[in-house]
Each structure stands twice: as structure tokens, then as C-alpha cells.
């Protein structure tokens, strides 16, 4: 099977802009979560998505949202850039929504806002 | 709330020489851990979990890792560091009930030298 892919792999953006990251989960996978990991924070929850509903949201702003289609691949969109927003997107699959069951992380998508 | 800390930032060792790297977690119930690595410019793979079955659980490379409840801790063991092992490790964990939501520590780089 092939793994979780992430496009594009690198983005360059200005503040104030907006951005769009794409996740495909590995086949079969139902639920997509999405990670942001800077040096200063490390690796942190942004949100989950299970058939097309968010089902856990982490404490970011307003600005991240995100979706997922029927065929399970997930978007992530970032409004009105900040330098902060610089980072490592990741996004994993799992097959379900068990806490047991094992994530599966994308190479992830690095975005500099500069 | 569920938090992890790995103790040490950085941890050296010779080629050969046995890794040990610390994992504590605080959670008022034994949740399910885990420890992913991370090779530079890539996503984060799994190399074992631990969700109630054996205490000792042994993972991919070589690693393994000792769930102890009493000491609430998850460190991560190989007996003989090899040059591929320099990456950065993470601990992380989930509720052992409700949405698999990854809290992860600050990460430990493992530096090999020969």
C-alpha cells in the first residue's frame, strides 16, 4: 500500500496570505489528523477528521481550518499568514479513531512565511 | 490533561554502546504510549506502542521499551547503538478511551558517533 502523501512538500508564502496543504491517507484509512511541528514547540494537535466530520480540534486559532472529502483525503487551509505559522505540516492516517490504533505520518509539508 | 516528558534533549553515544532514552508520562490512567523517530527532512514512523497487552514490547531496529506504571515511564532501549540510529525520537500518547490524539514530548536527538 502506498503511504500517506502530502503535497506540495515546500511553500513559500507572505504574510497575510492564505494556504492550502493536501493530505491523501493511505487507502482505506478513515481518519486524518493534522500536526503542526515548530522548534519552539514541538509537535502539536491541530485537528481530526473522521468521515468527513471534525471530531477533535486543538487549541490553534481560528485561522487553521480543515477538511475532508468523501474519499477521505483531508485539506488544511491557513488564513492571513503569520511569521509564526512557519513550520512542518504533518498529517497521519489511521484506520480508525482508536487511540490504540497506530498513526501514520506524511513527510509533511515545510512552510516558510516570510 | 495528558503530558509527556522525555529527559534530555540531545543524547550521545558511541557506535555500539547501549541507548537508553527517558519517556515519563502524567495521566491519571495508564494511557496507550508510543515512540516514533524522525529522520531529518522526513515525517515520523513508528517504532512501537504499548496498549495494555505485554509490559515489554519490542519494536522495529532493535528498540524496545518497558511500560512500568509504577514509575510511570516508557523508556526506550537498544542494547547497541548503530550510525543509522542518529535521528530524533519522540514519545507520545493517547487516551486509553475517547480520540487518538497524539500528545507528544519535546523529542530527544540520538547522536552516534563512531
Known amino acids: 500500500k502506498a503511504g500517506v502523501t502530502q503535497t506540495p512538500r515546500y511553500l513559500i508564502k507572505t504574510r497575510g496570505q492564505q494556504v492550502t496543504l493536501s493530505c491523501s491517507p493511505i487507502?482505506?484509512?478513515?481518519?486524518v489528523s493534522w500536526y503542526q511541528q515548530t522548534p519552539g514547540q514541538g509537535l502539536q494537535f491541530l485537528f481530526e477528521?473522521?468521515?468527513?466530520?471534525?471530531?477533535n480540534k486543538g487549541n490553534f486559532p481560528g485561522r487553521f481550518s480543515g477538511r475532508q472529502f468523501s474519499n477521505s483525503r483531508s485539506e488544511m487551509n491557513v488564513s492571513t499568514l503569520e511569521l509564526g505559522d512557519s513550520a512542518l505540516y504533518l498529517c497521519?492516517?489511521?484506520?480508525?479513531?482508536?487511540?490504540?490504533?497506530?498513526?501514520?505520518f506524511g513527510p509533511g509539508t515545510r512552510l516558510l512565511v516570510l | 490533561a495528558q503530558s509527556v516528558t522525555q529527559l534530555g534533549s540531545h543524547v550521545s553515544v558511541s557506535e555500539g554502546a547501549l541507548v537508553l532514552l527517558r519517556c515519563n508520562y502524567s495521566?491519571?490512567?495508564?494511557?496507550?504510549l508510543f515512540w516514533y523517530v524522525q529522520y531529518p527532512n522526513q515525517g515520523l514512523q513508528l517504532l512501537l506502542k504499548?496498549?495494555?497487552?505485554?509490559?515489554l514490547v519490542k519494536g522495529i531496529n532493535g528498540f524496545e521499551a518497558e511500560f512500568k506504571k509504577s514509575e510511570t515511564s516508557f523508556h526506550l532501549t537498544k542494547p547497541s547503538a548503530h550510525m543509522s540510529d542518529a535521528a530524533e525520537y519522540f514519545c507520545?500518547?493517547?487516551?486509553?478511551?475517547?480520540?487518538?490524539?497524539?500528545?507528544f514530548g519535546k523529542g530527544t536527538m540520538l547522536l552516534v558517533s563512531p
Open positions: 497521519a492516517s489511521s484506520s480508525q479513531t482508536s487511540p490504540q490504533e497506530t498513526q501514520y
Open positions: 487507502s482505506g484509512h478513515r481518519s
Open positions: 477528521y473522521f468521515s468527513e466530520t471534525q471530531r
Open positions: 495521566s491519571s490512567v495508564p494511557p496507550y
Open positions: 504499548y496498549t495494555s497487552a505485554a509490559t
Open positions: 507520545a500518547v493517547t487516551p486509553n478511551s475517547g480520540y487518538s490524539t497524539l500528545t
